[in-house]
């Protein structure tokens, strides 16, 4: 019999039981999409959990980040990572924007703040960094260099859902910051997505835009787009809440697992959060050094001999893309962080409801290579 396969992360979901109401509910009312009770429910529910000033909800995280470059009238080049998915980079290609891709740190794998000033150019408009696995970008840093040259800053924070910095989100940082609530992230409604911003009237320029543009029945101000939440994502939204702490919890227990596990062994290094930083356990990233006696390509293809899918987030790095690698910027002699740890980057699996004995299994594979 071959053995289950063990994926890279399953959604968390709470008991049906406890979201049958919820669909009883929509199914009476007929209110299925369009800002109805759940949204709104939710909307309020997640702006007070994460304490933040505004979320505007949206259908997934892709059109929320698209929508946020729209939001502040984004033009001409951004400054951004090559080290994330594909979506990052896509939105501001579907936008008309021209990614100007800078290197990034070998301790968190974001955006090198030290390397921005110099990528600036009268055509700069905005920075987009990524808190790639929940890790926090130098923030304070990243917001001065925006303020001296008149920046605006987008955070991708796709990753990033319930970490805080010193007790405070990660997500009041910049003008605006994009959450993913994708099957596959540590807060899930299927598909869906945010943003979060910080006053009354930005969020209402969201919402319209969200909604083709509608003010009202007759009044389009602008080009918008369909980004909404149905009523079914925001209801699962709102249950999720009440169990996303517990899950949090589990994920988090898991890491210290791996970490424990994987301390000692030469050539492997597990980043580490910062002080003050309260994590979320949504990747558990590992770098696969030369001390190392597999590559960490030998040490990918042993786990997926034994149906372990391990992933290389982010293999390969979003400038050698067809799409971007011509852009001058793109040229791995600009990036040799990013391009070095492309090819040592392991994601190894982390889940609420990953059993501890395959959370040890998975060690002792990568604890003896030999
Ligand atoms: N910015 C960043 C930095 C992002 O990482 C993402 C998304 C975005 C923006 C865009 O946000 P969204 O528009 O997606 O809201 C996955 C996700 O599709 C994607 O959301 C995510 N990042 C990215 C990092 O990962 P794939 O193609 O690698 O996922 P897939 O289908 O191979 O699944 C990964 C694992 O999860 C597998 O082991 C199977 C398991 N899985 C997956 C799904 C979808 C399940 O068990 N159940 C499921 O329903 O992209």
């Given amino acids: ?182 099957a596959t992230k540590v807060f899930n409604t299927f598909e869906g997505g945010a943003i979060i911003c910080h006053d009354a009237k930005l969020k209402q320029r969201i919402d319209y835009l969200k909604n083709f543009g509608f003010a009202d029945e007759v009044t389009v101000v602008a080009p918008g787009i369909n980004g909404k939440m149905s009523e079914f994502q925001a209801a699962l939204g709102l249950l999720q809440l009440k169990h996303i702490d517990q899950a949090i919890a589990a994920r988090m227990r898991i890491d210290r697992r791996y970490r424990d596990a994987l301390a000692s062994v030469a050539g492997v290094r597990c980043l580490v959060a910062a002080d003050g930083v309260k994590p979320n356990g949504g990747y558990f990233p590992i770098l696969i050094g030369s001390e190392y006696p597999l590559s960490r390509d030998q040490l990918y293809d042993r786990f997926r001999s034994r149906n372990i899918h391990v992933r290389r987030y982010f293999h390969p790095l979003i400038s050698d893309l067809p799409m971007y690698r011509g852009i001058a910027s793109a040229a791995p002699a600009n990036l040799p962080v990013a391009t070095s740890i492309a090819k040592q980057i392991l994601c190894l699996p982390i889940y609420p409801d990953l059993d501890h004995k395959v959370v040890d299994r998975i060690s002792e594979i990568v604890c003896s290579p030999y």
């Fill in 1 to 182: 019999m071959p053995e289950q396969p063990i994926f890279l992360t399953r959604p968390y979901l709470p008991p049906l039981e406890e979201f049958l109401p919820y669909l009883e509910e929509i199914w009476a009312s007929r209110r299925l999409t369009n800002g109805g009770p759940f949204h709104q429910q939710f909307e309020e529910a997640l702006r007070q959990y994460l304490g933040v000033p505004q979320v505007c909800l949206f259908a997934n995280g892709t059109l929320a980040l698209m929508t946020a470059l729209q939001a502040l009238r984004i033009t001409g080049e951004v400054i951004t990572t090559p080290y994330t998915f594909a979506a990052t980079t896509h939105a501001l290609l579907w936008n008309g924007i021209k990614p100007v891709f800078v290197d990034i740190r070998r301790d968190t794998c974001n955006l090198d703040e030290e390397l921005v000033e110099a990528a600036i150019t009268p055509r700069t408009t905005a920075i987009l960094p990524v808190h790639c696995y929940g890790n926090p970008c130098a923030s304070l840093r990243l917001q001065q260099i925006a303020d001296s040259y008149g920046l605006k800053l987008i955070y991708d924070a796709a990753h990033a859902f319930g970490v805080s910095v010193d007790r405070h989100s990660l997500l009041e940082q910049g003008d605006l910051a994009m959450l993913s609530f994708h």
